[in-house]
């Protein structure tokens, strides 16, 4: 199987240059076009209709936005990765209504963004966890856990945003794990991003507090379909996990 091909659009070519040697290392992805504009990148993307794009947000030429509507104008379906140092929740949400299938706030390391192109750019592989008849496309099953969280206000830039996201991944593939959350999943995540199982906890409970003290609470009954929260209540870990991942099963994610 040949590599996976990348389009950077950053607003310099030595920032292009830099993230496009790290990419071209790797064995399965290489960067088959560069720009330093919005239009430029376009261009790039049009005709070489890449697997994955990474872009920036603030570009002269037309912005991330722009590369974005461009793309969805053309029925290009490559998988975009947005990069920016705004991470301001709204400027989240719009980038994910627009079709990006990831934001990553800046800085940024090249490994962490190499490893969110491998899930993204996975091929739809069915997986079939309990409950799974019809098994479930994991690209779509991550952005559709990523959704989920920016509706409720826990923005992407946080730890335990990213330790939330494979909690559920977890539930959905082995609903017995949440019987066990202390003892095999904190261990498990922190084992993944290389941290303390304590410190998941306390990640994942900060995530939490966020959304909450934001006043997201009806954004999350609204998602669920049940007034599950009320007030000041919150959930904790545990419940706020095993409520996402049943929400993935019982739609067939």
Do not use: C
């Amino acid at each position: 199987m040949g590599k996976k091909s990348v389009v950077i659009v950053q607003d310099s070519e030595k920032k292009n240059a830099d993230l496009a040697a790290a990419i071209d290392s790797t064995s399965d992805f290489e960067v088959v076009g560069r720009a330093t504009d919005g239009a430029g990148g376009v261009k790039e993307i049009l005709e070489k209709k890449p697997d994955v794009v990474v872009t920036e947000l603030l570009l002269g030429g037309g912005d991330g936005f722009f590369v974005l509507d461009k793309m969805n104008d053309a029925g290009i379906r490559s998988k975009v990765i947005i990069v920016s140092a705004f991470s301001r929740e709204e400027i989240v949400a719009k980038a994910f209504e627009r079709g990006a299938a990831y934001y990553m706030a800046k800085p940024f390391s090249y490994e962490v963004l190499i490893q969110r192109m491998r899930e993204i750019a996975a091929p739809a592989e069915e997986v079939k966890p309990h409950g799974f008849a019809e098994g479930v496309k994991r690209s779509s099953m991550e952005e559709k856990i990523s959704n989920i969280f920016i509706n409720v206000g826990i923005p992407p830039h946080i730890k335990g945003y990213s330790y939330l996201r494979e909690g559920v991944k977890m539930a959905i593939n082995n609903p017995d794990i949440i019987n066990n959350i202390t003892k095999k999943l904190y261990p498990m995540i922190g084992e993944k991003y290389d941290t303390s199982a304590s410190k998941v906890e306390r990640a994942i409970r900060h995530a939490i507090e966020v959304a909450w003290n934001r006043g997201r609470i009806e954004s999350l009954n609204n998602i669920l379909g049940v007034k599950a929260y009320i007030g000041s209540e919150k959930p904790t870990n545990g419940e706020f996990i095993a409520l996402v991942a049943d929400k993935m099963l019982l739609e067939r994610a």
